[in-house]
């Protein structure tokens, strides 16, 4: 089993700027990727960004050039820096983590609240 802690949420105004960050313990030699989800209010969770062990990252079209998504190996923590937030940014940011390839979804963090006034 993993174990991922997030943090980092909170309010901003738009146009600002928000470092998230996920914490994994436990089993974490078997994560080949980790990455973030987005749930706005009233809609499905979807991806936002991920980078695999071999450093490779992807992105939602609707952040590329404004969030950038980092790790640190031996801290096992996944950061990620969201730039000009926008209040469609608003939601609960997911962390997740992936055995074997990126998109697995087999662990998720609790979540963390991102609010961004207009």
């Known amino acids: 089993q993993v174990q991922l802690v997030e943090s980092g949420g909170g309010l901003v105004q738009a146009g600002g700027s928000l470092r998230l960050s996920c914490e994994a313990s436990?089993?974490?030699?078997?994560?080949?990727?980790m990455g973030w989800y987005h749930q706005a209010p009233g809609k499905q969770r979807e991806p936002v960004a991920d980078?695999?062990?071999?450093?490779?990252?992807n992105y939602a079209e609707s952040v590329k050039g404004r969030f950038t998504i980092s790790r640190d190996g031996a801290k096992n923590t996944v950061y990620l820096e969201m730039n000009s937030l926008k209040a469609e940014d608003t939601g609960v940011y997911y962390c997740v983590a992936h055995n074997s390839y990126c998109g697995r979804g087999d662990y998720w963090g609790q979540g963390t609240q991102v609010t961004v006034s207009s």
């Open positions: 980078i695999a062990n071999s450093g490779r990252t």
């Open positions: 436990g089993s974490t030699f078997r994560v080949a990727c």
